[in-house]
């Protein structure tokens, strides 16, 4: 049986990575799904290959997330999830950072997830719905060269708890999961650019993959389509770290 069969569900950032993964899940799981990229081309090429509606634009822009909402709610007919995935995934250091640098990274990975949730919220209301964050550990400790990443994903975890009581008494669930160290192309040449060599992910040491690697997108897109169905119950306020190892104060540098 599909767990979303019948669903809308809109998925930000969704034109690769964990954000591909889960819009492809939600849709084999037989969900309507509506995708959102930063790049036209890249997100029109991922709508095709799933043959679903698109917009693309720029999150950092305070009017696009209105704009995004309606496209959405009007290709769709209804929204019953709203998947904040897209993020501004950047390396920056307490002696890099300035002022613009600091504000657009708040601006799309927690202005644009908060200021979606208020546009889409009548829709959500009306399906008794759901919001689904995509934070991360590095909300909890971080490391030195994500400083205003990391900084970001604390302020959505706020956001989520937040939320996830003021909303639920309107029928409206918020939930977060905060993804460990995810295989998605992006940070395989990210690592590479940074001088890893090209098969790093097969020499990591146990301290960060205990299992002996690291996750893979369609096994967070498996934990997202749990929190989108109704399978969940009315878990509302819920941060999930979906890592594979008791996350807080053991976040070393990835070396």
């Given amino acids: 049986m599909q767990r979303l069969a019948g669903h809308a569900i809109l998925v930000t950032g969704s034109s690769t990575g964990i954000g591909e993964a889960i819009a492809r899940r939600c ?39 209105t704009h995004l909402i309606s496209a959405a709610t009007s290709a769709l007919g209804r929204l019953d999830g709203l998947v904040n995935n897209a993020a501004w995934v950047v390396r920056g250091s307490i002696e890099s950072i300035t002022p613009d640098f600091f504000d ?67 029928g409206v669930r918020v939930n977060q999961i905060n993804p460990g160290w995810v295989l998605t192309p992006n940070e395989r040449k990210a690592k590479q650019a940074e001088g890893m060599a090209p098969d790093w992910p097969e020499h990591l040491p146990p301290a960060f993959a205990p299992a002996g690697r690291i996750f893979h997108p369609d096994e967070i897109a498996a934990w997202a389509a749990l929190f989108l169905s109704r399978e969940a119950g009315p878990v509302s306020g819920a941060v999930i770290d979906v890592e594979q190892y008791p996350m807080i104060g053991r976040n070393p540098p990835k070396l």
Avoid at 32 to 44: I, M, N, S, Y
Avoid at 116 to 133: E, H
């Fill in 27 to 65: 849709a084999a799981e037989g969900a309507a799904v509506f995708l959102h990229g930063h790049d036209p081309a890249e997100t029109a090429e991922t709508a095709a290959s799933l043959g679903c509606p698109f917009l693309a634009g720029d999150l950092a822009d305070p009017d696009f997330p």
């Fill in 104 to 170: 657009r990274i708040m601006a799309v990975n927690v202005r644009a997830p908060l200021l979606l949730i208020k546009a889409a919220l009548p829709f959500l209301t009306a399906s008794r719905g759901c919001v689904l964050n995509i934070g991360s550990v590095n909300a909890y400790a971080g490391e030195e060269n994500l400083l205003p990443y990391s900084i970001s994903k604390g302020a959505l975890q706020t956001l989520s708890r937040n939320l996830g009581d003021t909303l639920h008494r309107k």
